[in-house]
């Protein structure tokens, strides 16, 4: 089964382009707000690296979720969208001066710190403007994603967050720090995350670290434990909706929240990924000595997935019902990685025929480039035809 698209009027857009199916964000974001009304303290913000297009925050922010965001420049999009400052969150292994700043004067809900050299810069801006910052420190809980090496965040070997053993003493050192107001602890294992298994790893190890610190008598008000639920990139159309009760259900189960503790969760990937497809036009159908090539106006810059994490799209002939014949899908950039997908099934493709790359709402057109001095894809929204 193919996605639905209103063709004709794709004819007169140029193309390589980004659509998205609001109809289904709103579906998706019902979804959410549904299943977290289930229960007691949750909070959800959505992680705005995955998706910044100006039309599909705002249909996000409508929906009266939070912003997580990891750059000065995506606090400064979420204020601009009209997220509420105190429902925004700040992570980031690298914050810069002017960026930390900017979640001050924003007076954003919390900073995830994730070490002391940086909690130490943020004390220091905070009392030159006379206000205090909320904290949480991102904690490193040492559980594995059964994902790509590439998008696991949460092993003892990444770059993020702080390590266990040395979680009392940065609190201690906060609870120091005049212009530092210590509000919670942050995790967040990695993406595309489909094993159930890997959150009740996270639920177990926060239990643990709670049980731990309540016998030093410190308390935690908040709780954060990141984003990373997977949507299903085979089949697009069976499931849009990713599992959302039993995500929150697993939490809500396994996680011994305190009275009066708030549980924060960041999505990214499972709000926008399945609403986007990157459309693209065939260029030529090009034979080779052993197999056939559709050439297509997209390449790895308009949505560099597969080249970067080898991922899978689900790809579609949206022009033609012809029978399939087989195609290796590539795209114009000078660089041998720049294939979609080999061997894959299609309809007959044609000159003009286009071409849906399917649940590329997620870490597509923000991550697109100028690479070769390319034109960067546009986004439209359903309503926009
Ligand atoms: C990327 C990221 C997220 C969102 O991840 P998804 O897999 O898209 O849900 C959440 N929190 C932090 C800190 C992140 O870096």
Same mark, same amino acid.
């Given at each position: 089964m193919k996605g639905t698209f209103?063709?004709?009027?794709?004819?007169?857009?140029?193309?390589?382009?980004?659509?998205?199916?609001?109809d289904l964000l709103r579906e998706t974001l019902k979804t959410i707000n549904t299943e977290v009304s289930k229960h007691e303290g949750f909070v959800v913000h959505y992680a705005i690296k995955a998706n910044a297009n100006p039309k599909v925050l705002n249909v996000i922010c409508q929906a009266g979720l939070g912003a997580d965001c990891v750059s000065g420049g995506e606090i400064q999009r979420c204020v601009e969208t009209g997220f509420p400052s105190n429902k925004i969150v700040y992570a980031g292994v690298g914050k810069s001066d002017w960026e930390i700043n900017l979640g001050l004067d924003k007076e954003i809900f919390c900073f995830n710190v994730e070490s002391i050299p940086e909690l130490e810069i943020i004390n220091e801006l905070a009392e030159k403007k006379g206000?205090?910052?909320?904290?949480?420190?991102?904690?490193?809980?040492?559980?594995?994603?059964?994902t790509n090496a590439k998008i696991t965040t949460g092993l003892a070997e990444n770059k993020f967050g702080i390590a266990l053993e040395d979680m009392e003493k940065v609190i201690d050192e906060a609870s120091k720090m005049k212009n530092i107001h210590f509000i919670g602890l942050h995790f967040h294992i990695g993406s595309q995350i489909l094993d159930m298994g890997d959150f009740e790893a996270l639920c177990n190890r926060v239990n643990d670290i709670q049980d731990q610190l309540e016998k030093h008598h410190i308390k935690i008000e908040n709780i954060n434990v990141g984003g990373g639920l997977g949507i299903d990139y085979q089949h697009p159309n069976r499931c849009p909706i990713p599992d959302f009760k039993a995500y929150f259900?697993?939490?809500?189960? %396994?996680? $011994?929240?305190?009275?009066?503790?708030k549980l924060h969760f960041e999505l990214g990937r499972a709000v926008v990924g399945q609403m986007g497809s990157l459309i693209t036009r065939t260029l030529y159908v090009k034979q080779g000595s052993f197999k056939q090539f559709a050439i297509v106006d997209a390449g790895m810059t308009d949505l560099i997935r597969p080249a970067l994490y080898n991922a899978y799209h689900k790809i579609e002939n949206i022009s033609s019902e012809e029978a399939t014949e087989t195609y290796d899908v590539v795209g114009p950039i000078c660089e041998s990685s720049d294939v979609f997908s080999k061997a894959i099934d299609l309809n007959k493709c044609h000159r003009g025929d286009l071409i849906a790359l399917r649940s590329a709402g997620a870490y597509g057109e923000i991550m697109a480039s100028q690479?070769?001095?390319?034109? %960067?894809? $546009?986004?439209?929204?359903?309503?926009d035809f």
């Open positions: 209103p063709i004709d009027k794709f004819q007169e857009i140029q193309t390589p382009f980004y659509y998205y199916d609001t206000k205090v910052a909320n904290v949480c420190f991102r904690i490193n809980p040492n559980v594995g994603a059964h259900d697993t939490y809500a189960k %396994l996680l $011994k929240l305190r009275p009066g503790q690479y070769n001095c390319r034109v %960067l894809p $546009k986004g439209y929204i359903k309503e």
